[in-house]
C-alpha cells in the first residue's frame, strides 16, 4: 500500500527534475563544443608561471608557482593537462583557472589575457554545468575539471579534455595562448602564463 502512494509522487519529481534540466541548458551561441579527435601524437606544450608576482592587492606570500603541461591525449580526441600549483594563497577561498584567448604581453599583465577561450561564445554566465562538459567554454578547465581548494598551498590534477585542440587553425586551439589562475570569489588575476611549444 505504501509504494502505491509513493509512485506517483517520485514519477512526478523525476519528470518536474528533467523539465528544469532541460529549460536550464545553456550552451554556446555557436552550438556545444565538438570533440576534437586527430590531436597530433607526442605534442606537448607547457606554460610555467612567472617567478615575479603580477600582484593585485593580494597579501601573498611571494608568488604562486607551477605549470600546466598539456599534451596531445595517447588516442588523439582531447588534451591531457598536467596542473601543478604550489604557494597558493589560502585565505581567499576557492581558485578558478581558464584557458585565455590572447597571450600575456611582454609585461606579465594578465588583463590583457582578454576572456576565456570560447570559440563556441558560449560567455562564462552562469557557470558551467559539469555534467554536460560540451555546453561548457572550451577554456573553462576549472568548471569542467574542478575548482582549486587551497588548502595546505597546493593543487595537482591530471584529467583529458576532450574540447581543447593543439590543431593550429582551429578554434579550440590554444597553444598560442595562455592560462589565468582566479580568485574565484570575484574573478581577481592572481597570476598567469603563455603555452610554449
Ligand atoms: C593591465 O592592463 C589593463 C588593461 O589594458 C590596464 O587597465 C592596467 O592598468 C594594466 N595594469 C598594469 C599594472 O599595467
Ligand atoms: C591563435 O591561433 C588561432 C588558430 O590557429 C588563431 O585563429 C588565433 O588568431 C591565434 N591567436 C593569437 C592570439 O595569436
Ligand atoms: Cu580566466
Not at 31 to 46: C, F, K, M, R, T
Not at 71 to 92: H, I, K, Q, Y
Not at 132 to 147: N, Y
Request: net charge negative.
Amino acid at each position: 500500500m505504501r509504494s502505491q502512494s509513493i509512485l506517483p509522487v517520485l514519477m512526478a519529481a523525476a519528470i518536474g527534475h528533467t523539465v528544469a534540466q532541460e529549460e536550464e541548458r545553456v550552451t554556446g551561441e555557436l552550438g556545444d563544443a565538438q570533440i576534437v579527435s586527430g590531436n597530433p601524437p607526442g605534442l606537448v606544450y607547457e606554460a610555467v608561471l612567472p617567478e615575479e608576482p603580477w600582484a593585485s592587492g593580494l597579501s601573498m606570500q611571494g608568488n604562486v608557482k607551477g605549470s600546466i603541461v598539456a599534451a596531445s591525449a595517447p588516442d588523439g580526441v582531447g588534451v591531457e593537462f598536467r596542473v601543478r600549483f604550489s604557494n597558493l594563497p589560502t585565505s581567499d577561498g576557492l581558485l578558478s583557472y581558464h584557458l585565455h584567448a590572447a597571450p600575456v604581453p611582454e609585461d606579465g599583465n594578465c588583463t590583457q589575457t582578454l576572456a576565456h577561450l570560447d570559440p563556441y561564445i558560449r560567455r562564462g554566465s552562469p557557470p558551467c554545468d559539469a555534467s554536460a562538459p560540451e555546453t561548457c567554454e572550451v577554456g573553462d578547465l576549472s568548471g569542467k575539471h574542478g575548482l582549486i581548494d587551497p588548502a595546505g598551498g597546493a593543487f595537482e590534477a591530471v584529467y583529458v579534455d576532450e574540447f581543447a585542440s593543439l590543431i593550429e587553425g582551429q578554434g579550440a586551439f590554444f597553444g598560442n595562448r595562455s592560462f589565468v589562475l582566479h580568485l574565484a570569489s570575484d574573478l581577481t588575476r592572481v597570476t598567469c602564463a603563455n603555452f610554449v611549444l
